[in-house]
């Protein structure tokens, strides 16, 4: 039986269903670690990966090919896999990875968000205590942030790469289901740096503490932050910080439900850490 969950997002995604099937089988992925305008989340460069192309390790281990035809594992993970083979392992089990489909109405805003974070998300297994909430987290990180953070900074590169080194280690709330006001950052001349979508899909899993209590979580071997003038700062007027680095473990709670009538506030967090390498 199809089990259905809603997203409870600030952006109030459409509901999400947890299917099996349905992939495509488009043979060009975009390559991360690069940047783009905050108009598009297309990379500047492809590489292209046969679809019989067995899933895992080449011989040579420069490369890691994804289940679901999701193309090769971004170079920030690939180490991750190399030093971890019970990572490794997972991401090449396709059972271990959940698919996010639309389903039920929504408003055209919340489908246009909700969209890019449809698809396959590695949750570390379907068995597993936070996968759906593992799932959910990943979904909003790419569904809400991506088109979100694209309205908010359109005079903005978007990058995958901090051009600078970000090191934050303290714990941020990116959402609570509040209303913000939002200052002006069309003409800030900033760049927004954040994890690509395949490197949020494909991120090791885990937990976060959070006021005494575990979180489903993940982590991006790259940072998150708005910088200016080879800054990070806070934009004024945002009403929270995103600053996190030199990797970045993102948390949620609430993030999704049972029932659409569910009245939980969801929150998104994110921190600041040295490594994914010791993340579970």
């Not at 509901?15 to 975009?30: M, Y």
Request: aromatic share 8%.
């Amino acid at each position: 039986m199809k089990a259905t969950i809603k997203l409870l997002t600030v952006a109030g995604f459409a509901g999400l269903s947890l299917a099996a099937c349905g992939t495509s089988k488009s043979t060009e992925v975009a390559s991360a670690g690069h940047s783009t305008s905050a108009g598009s989340t297309t990379v500047s460069s492809t590489t292209t990966v046969p679809v019989n192309a067995p899933v895992g390790f080449n011989a040579a281990k420069t490369e890691f090919v994804l289940p679901h035809h999701l193309g090769l594992l971004p170079e920030g993970e690939l180490a991750l896999a190399k030093a971890d083979p019970a990572y490794a392992a997972g991401l090449a089990n396709p059972t271990d990875w959940m698919d996010a489909k639309l389903g039920g109405p929504s408003s055209s805003s919340a489908q246009s968000s909700a969209v890019a974070g449809s698809g396959w998300v590695y949750v570390g297994g379907p068995g597993s205590a936070t996968a759906v909430g593992t799932m959910a987290l990943k979904s909003s990180a790419i569904g809400f942030f991506y088109p979100y953070f694209q309205r908010l900074f359109p005079g903005s590169k978007l990058m995958n790469v901090a051009p600078i080194s970000v090191n934050a280690s303290s714990l941020n709330t990116l959402s609570n289901g509040s209303s913000h006001q939002y200052g002006d950052t069309t003409s800030s001349g900033g760049d927004l740096v954040y994890p690509s979508i395949l490197e949020f899909r494909a991120a090791p899993t885990g937990t976060l503490a959070v006021s005494g209590v575990n979180l489903p979580a993940i982590c991006t071997p790259s940072a998150a932050a708005y910088i200016v003038n080879n800054k990070p700062v806070s934009v004024k007027g945002m009403g929270f910080v995103m600053t996190a680095g030199p990797s970045t473990v993102f948390a949620g709670k609430n993030m999704f439900s049972t029932s659409p009538s569910t009245s939980s506030t969801p929150t998104m967090y994110d921190k600041g850490t040295a490594s994914c390498a010791a993340f579970h």
